[in-house]
């Protein structure tokens, strides 16, 4: 049995021990503990990351118990832990997405051009995505060429073919499909650009767009600060949604999955297995943000560690008070330092 002194000074989120209370205080200070990371449904460890979890029930050197019951009832792609295996079996029908259906964007690619972008009244979540060919000397610069945007039933609101401003040298058609004619006569990108913005925005000037909940739209896609940059698109960083950057879907090194690696990971199919298609890529990214959107934490008035109430919560000046704390009210006072997606749906409420 764990002496007492061992059980005070251990984390109630990672389970982490330290010989001090103070180390435990600082742990606390450094690491942002909060309802908002994914937890073990078995144990209730709290992991960093999706992928930390996974290593904590089927990794290298996995809990003996936690790894049993996951085998035995656990989904393999949202990790959730069912109560028998067949609520597994019915769960795992709906936890499994289909891949997307590619015959309308088929249609679309020929047509070349799509736009159904309109300024309204109501506040939306919208996916992007471009694919680039190459300029420059030895075509290593990205060049958006195309460029596609969903709306959260996977229809399309825009797509096109998109004529960069400098001369392209590289058309990277084993990945692209993209021919010379598509983007001969093609809408040049600083118009692209504007259209985009202008929808985005919806009525609201950039520099007015200060918090969630206005006329302004969320922005998902994977990757957004490299797409952004080849669309010359400004957009306010607290209405982006990207998966490559969002805490939870990166690697326990904390780099960025793929959005290929995150699909058939955390939706259970494949995409990029050819010619990829930007159609593709937007209703991968719009799914991951909805299945992240979707999860239920524990409701708190000030999540983030950032919220002007909580930034004395760990404050040096307390650390006598603080040291006294059981492990649980330091849990229970710690908040996230990232936006959880999950924020989403209660503001829309």
């Known amino acids: 049995m764990e002496s007492s002194e061992a059980v005070r000074n251990k984390c109630a989120a990672c389970y982490r021990q330290f010989n001090k209370m103070e180390h435990l205080v600082e742990h606390m200070r450094n690491s942002y503990h ?9 144990c209730g460890k709290h992991c960093r990351s999706f992928d930390s979890l996974r290593e904590h029930l089927i990794g290298p050197l996995p809990k003996v118990e936690c790894e049993r019951v996951y085998r035995d009832r656990g989904c393999d792609i949202c990790l959730a ?43 939306k979540v ?81 520099w007015k767009i200060r918090s969630r909940g206005r006329r302004a739209r969320i922005l998902v896609g994977h990757g957004l600060d490299h797409d952004l940059r080849c669309l010359d698109l400004d957009y306010p960083p607290i209405l982006i949604r990207d998966t490559a950057k969002y805490p939870p879907l990166m690697k326990t090194s904390k780099f960025s999955n793929s959005l290929k690696y995150l699909t058939k990971t955390y939706l259970g199919y494949d995409i990029q297995t050819g010619v990829q298609d930007p159609y593709e890529d937007c209703v991968a990214t719009m799914r991951l943000y909805t299945r992240m959107r979707s999860q239920v934490h524990k409701s708190e008035d000030y999540p983030l560690a950032t919220d002007p109430q909580n930034r004395n919560h760990f404050a040096v000046w307390r650390q006598s008070e603080l040291e006294r704390m059981a492990p649980e009210e330091l849990l229970e006072m710690s908040r996230s330092d990232y936006y959880c997606w999950c924020l989403d749906s209660k503001e829309s409420v």
């Open 34 to 42: 909060s309802v908002h990371e994914p937890t073990c449904g078995i």
């Open 126 to 206: 919208v996916a992007l995505a471009c694919k680039k060919v190459g300029g420059g000397s030895d075509g290593s610069l990205d060049l958006c060429a195309r460029v596609c945007l969903v709306d959260e039933y996977e229809n399309i609101i825009f797509h096109t073919y998109v004529k960069p401003h400098i001369p392209i040298t590289n058309l990277r058609y084993e990945s692209t499909g993209i021919r010379p004619e598509f983007v001969r006569d093609a809408m040049p990108v600083r118009q692209v650009s504007r259209k985009i913005q202008d929808f985005l925005c919806n009525g609201e000037p950039t």
């Open 81 to 123: 832990i069912l109560s028998s295996r067949g609520a597994l079996k019915a769960h795992r029908e709906t936890c499994q997405l289909p891949r997307a259906n590619m015959g309308l964007i088929h249609c679309m690619a020929n047509l070349g051009y799509y736009d159904d972008l309109r300024i309204d009244n109501t506040r």
